[in-house]
């Protein structure tokens, strides 16, 4: 007797033999495409977590760049295109609230402002106060899903867009 895979596609369990393939790879190509073009930095003191984000991340299309530490993330920031940023708040030695305040001092970031969204596995009332403060555009909390992270991400540079056009 042979064995039979089952995957959850469009919310619904079904083998894979139940599926029409091409469809399958229409759906696979669109949903890789969704961040093409967006250079991400994710800024982490966990390796499992930079990982985890960069895996993600690169289903949906996007370059991902990873930083082990805030003093890294302004190094990477510095050097490469970057049009958003995921930044841990809870890190050693400098903090990403800190190293938020630190990149939105750079030239470059006046020049060019990008979204900067914190990624923490504090929960947002614990960590609303900082995010308003330091002026983070945006919370994905960890654990997360890939909807929830595409969700936040989308809800992000679809502002920034609507900030350019107004100006």
């Known amino acids: 007797m042979g064995m039979r895979s089952y995957y ?3 919310n619904k ?3 894979l033999e139940e599926t029409d393939g091409g469809a399958q790879q229409l759906k ?10 967006q250079n991400v930095l994710i800024v982490d003191d966990s390796p499992i977590n930079l990982i985890v984000a ?10 991902c760049f990873r930083a082990i530490s805030a003093k890294e993330g302004l190094k990477v920031y510095n050097q490469e ?4 940023i995921l930044m841990d708040l809870h ?7 800190k190293a938020t305040d630190l990149i939105r001092e750079t030239e470059k970031f006046h020049s060019s402002p990008i979204p900067i969204m ?19 555009d945006g919370y994905i909390g960890k654990p997360f899903t890939q909807a929830q992270v595409i969700g936040s ?8 867009q609507q900030k350019y056009k107004q100006a």
């Open 8 to 10: 959850l596609i469009d």
């Open 91 to 97: 890190m050693p030695v400098i903090d990403g609230f």
């Open 28 to 37: 696979k190509s669109k949903s890789a495409s969704i961040l093409a073009e």
């Open 54 to 63: 960069e895996k993600t991340l690169s289903k949906f299309g996007a370059t």
């Open 118 to 136: 914190a990624y923490t596995t504090f929960s947002y009332d614990e960590v609303m106060e900082g995010i308003k403060n330091h002026k983070l």
């Open 13 to 15: 369990i079904q083998s």
């Open 153 to 160: 991400i989308f809800e992000v540079l679809s502002l920034k």
């Open 81 to 84: 295109k970057i049009d958003l």
